[in-house]
């Protein structure tokens, strides 16, 4: 499967933005998908994983309450909306997908920068 994300941007502080991640392929809604963030010089961190059926969703603490991770197999896209975001939520955002039997991601996005100003 191929991940092509968008909708970064820049906005200040206390803004939202919403993230989306269009999937090639017909087996999108077999994967598990995830949004992943990179900030400089930091290690790459997990941000929200949502299930095949987007029943189920995990947000790491650092964002729970604020982001939120949604799907819609029939676009073969997963969103994330991002809701009151601080100056630290600044990173590249990727998205993934990985087998639900699977903790690793096998496929990867390009990258969609976010920068949240003060």
């Known amino acids: 499967v191929q991940l092509q994300a968008s909708g970064g941007g820049s906005v200040q502080a206390g803004g939202s933005l919403r993230l989306s991640c269009a999937a090639s392929?017909?087996?999108?809604?077999?994967?598990?998908m995830g949004w992943f963030r990179q900030a400089p010089g930091k290690e790459r961190e997990f941000v929200a994983d949502v299930t095949t059926s987007g029943g189920i969703t995990y947000s790491a603490v650092s964002v729970k309450g604020r982001f939120t991770i949604s799907r819609d197999n029939a676009k073969n896209t997963v969103y994330l909306q991002m809701n009151s975001l601080k100056p630290e939520d600044t990173a590249v955002y990727y998205c993934?997908?990985?087998?639900?039997?699977?903790?690793?991601?096998?496929?990867w996005g390009q990258g969609t920068q976010v920068t949240v100003s003060s």
């Open positions: 993934a997908a990985r087998l639900p039997v699977s903790v690793e991601y096998n496929f």
């Open positions: 392929g017909r087996t999108f809604s077999t994967y598990s």
